[in-house]
């Protein structure tokens, strides 16, 4: 009972945002998805129960469809701003909706894989990072040859006080053995 009463909730909340919408989708939208899911179940072979709760579900239903082609169409003109590459994944990713969404949506899909189209038909561009000359190159080389020269006298330093550490070691293991034979 407690989620049906949250339920009507949701939906009171969802309803009193959608009171422009009137049951039907903006032009903009293409489709009348109340006419598509009913035709869907005229075609099933169910009967047709118009209850307010039905038509407050296809409403909301209706509003978050709009609501995700606008984030999509939303997201491509960013990613096209930005320069990034427009991809279904990336279109997802910044709009938040699901990339078998955009596959599914025609208009969407039609507009993303132009996009593509057009970013890898572009020339891209020269690198900018000068070539290094010779002197620079010189100076790196004596650079990395000290640093290996310091890490090789680091390691062999290091070799010494581990050899060290095992002979103490092997010295206390022989003074274990002595004082226990006793």
Known sequence: MELLEQD??????????LDGLDGELPASAGIDVIDLASRRRQASGRALV?????????SAAAA?????EQRARHAIAELDRRGQPITFLAVAAEAGVSARYL????Q??????QLREEHHHTPS??????????????????????ENKQLRAENAQLR?????????????????RHRSTR
């Open 8 to 17: 009507e909730r949701s939906l009171r909340r969802i309803l009193d945002g």
């Open 50 to 58: 118009s209850t307010p709760r039905s038509t407050a579900l296809r």
């Open 64 to 68: 978050r469809s709009v609501a995700a």
């Open 103 to 106: 596959y599914a949506h025609p």
């Open 108 to 113: 969407l899909r039609a507009t993303i894989q």
């Open 125 to 146: 561009r020269p690198h900018r990072h000068p070539r290094a000359n010779d002197e620079s190159i010189r100076a790196r080389l004596r650079g990395t040859l000290e």
């Open 160 to 176: 010494d006080e581990l050899a060290l550490a095992h002979g103490e070691i092997r010295e206390l293991k022989l003074a274990s």
